[in-house]
Nanobody
Framework: QVQLRESGGGSVQAGDSLSLSCAAS?????????MGWFRQAPGKEREFVAG????????YYADSLKGRFTISKDNAVSMVYLQMNSLQPEDSAVYYC???????????????????????WGQGTQVTVSS
């Protein structure tokens, strides 16, 4: 059973940086697994932030966040990270780590941005950015 635990959230000022961590455990992760970060603000739908393939390390981002956020991983310790720079009040949300373990023949070149594809979720960590 996949288990995910986020950490690193907190309250910061606009323009600050914050790094989130996600500890993954529970099974051996396949190269095709996608580790994703999503966020959800009050009254809004959950939105995709970034994703990374467990094996090759291929990354992709929400267009609006590209350049400010960076996703990375350390397979040796089963950790996924989200570095967030130049934070703005609109970045305030609960941030979730999630896993898409679906294998497809085109996994090496496809992207997983739809939250419905992710079967496993962490409990979330709150990020609050003040102006």
């Amino acid at each position: 059973q996949v288990q995910l635990r986020e950490s690193g959230g907190g309250s910061v000022q606009a323009g600050d940086s914050l790094s989130l961590s996600c500890a993954a455990s529970g099974r051996t992760y396949g190269n095709w697994y996608v580790m994703g970060w999503f966020r959800q603000a009050p009254g809004k739908e959950r939105e995709f932030v970034a994703g990374i393939r467990w094996g090759p390390g291929t990354t992709y981002y929400a267009d609006s966040l590209k350049g400010r956020f960076t996703i990375s991983k350390d397979n040796a310790v089963s950790m996924v990270y989200l570095q967030m720079n130049s934070l703005q009040p609109e970045d305030s949300a609960v941030y979730y780590c999630a896993v898409d373990d679906t294998w497809t023949p085109t996994w090496a070149t496809s992207e997983s941005r739809d939250s419905d594809r992710y079967d496993y979720w962490g409990q979330g960590t709150q990020v609050t950015v003040s102006s």
